[in-house]
């Protein structure tokens, strides 16, 4: 099975692992948080800033393999603060597909400073 790396400028990039890999169809979209690709800064300190600008930096890279956000099949979200769940709800309602993705949340491991969510994806573009 080929594998291919997938980048754009559309979402941050980080020399320590892939922005996304395309493997048998499937779109692999690494733990992407909510950095404006264009100013490199966090695009908030709200939850929902965060929430929305990491679903755009997600739907990027799957963009970037060819798929939309109607082709991702699995949304995975980490969150700094698990009291931050509605807000995170509220945000990604907005960007939620007709065909709803399967989904989890779990409190993020990592404590970055300023980072309150961790978002990641699994697109099906074969």
Not at 10 to 28: E, M, T
Not at 30 to 39: F, L, R
Not at 40 to 66: H, K, P, Y
Not at 90 to 100: E, G, K, L
Request: aromatic fraction near 6%.
């Amino acid at each position: 099975m080929a594998v291919e790396v997938i980048t754009t400028d559309a979402a941050p990039r980080n020399p320590l692992f892939a922005q996304g890999v395309k493997a048998g169809g499937f779109v692999h979209v690494s733990g992407t948080v909510g950095v404006d690709p264009a100013t490199g800064a966090l695009a908030g300190d709200t939850i929902g800033a965060q929430t929305t600008q990491a679903l755009a930096n997600c739907t990027a890279v799957v963009e970037a393999a060819g798929g939309s956000k109607d082709d991702v099949v699995e949304v995975g979200i980490l969150l700094h603060d698990p009291d931050d769940f509605p807000g995170m709800n509220a945000a990604y309602s907005q960007w939620v597909p007709a065909t709803p993705p399967a989904r989890y949340a779990a409190k993020l491991g990592a404590v970055i400073p300023g980072v309150l969510v961790s978002i990641r994806m699994t697109a099906y573009v074969g």
